[in-house]
Every structure is written in C-alpha cells, then in structure tokens.
C-alpha cells in the first residue's frame, strides 16, 4: 500500500525537484535542410515553458543569410535579443540555402548582415564566461567548426 502512495508522490513532487534549469548554447549550421530550424523552434518552445535558460545561437554557415534567418526565427519566438555569433572569415559566402534568404527577406530581424553578427567563438567564450556554474550545455548541430575554434 505504500508503494502506489510513494510513487504518486514522487510524481507530485517531480516538477519541484527540476525546477533548475539548463542553460542551452545551439550550434547549428542552419542552411541546407530544416533539421536546424526545428531544433531551433523545440528550444524556443522549452524556454517558454521554463525548462532551459536559453543563452545564444552560434551559427557554422557559409551561407550569409544564415545568421538573419536565425534572427528572424528569434525574433518570431519573441527573443530578438538572443545573441547570434557567426564563424567569421570564410573565404567564400553562398547562398545556397532554399529558405533562409526567404525567411531573412519576409520576417523581421534586428541584423542587418552576415558581418553585423558577433564572431561565433568570441560569443561562445562570453556565454560561458557568464555562466561561473560551469553546467551549459551546447546541442550542435552540423558542423563543429565554431566549436572547434573555442577548443
């Protein structure tokens, strides 16, 4: 009899026992399919709900409307001030993304261009150097260069 009664409250009492949150970097390299963007909408949607402290956005792309689009979708989730880092100096910026220049184009953003964004491994540093806790943790997406760069 007191198993069902302790079991039933451990449910109860689950979602107090997880109220820390988890503090989220994404490192994507939203361009060439839309794996990125839902991934990007899943952790706007555990931030609203109170489940992540999410930090910022470092986009691996050498695709120039990656970063707007990014923001676009940011600001569509109400967080036009979430940090956008890029990998900076690439040879050769591309459009080769079937949606990001026409997200980038349509919706609203607060960047202006690819350069305007902060430099991916200098945003990284920043993100972490705020969080003394050391418990961040980075979902990456694509390429590990931003990533790399940091190490």
Known sequence: MKQPFLF???LLLLPALSIAQYKVIL????????????????LHRLADQKNIDFLGVIVTSDDPYAALCTDAINTYFKRPNLPVG???KQATLKNHSKYTRHIAQEFPHRLKS???AQDGTALYRKLLSQSPDSSVVIVTIGHLTNLQNLL
């Open 114 to 116: 690819h350069e305007q």
């Open 86 to 88: 890029v990998l900076k």
């Open 8 to 10: 039933l409250a451990f």
């Open 27 to 42: 490192d994507t390299d939203i361009d060439s399919d839309v794996d990125e963007v839902e991934t990007l909408a899943m």
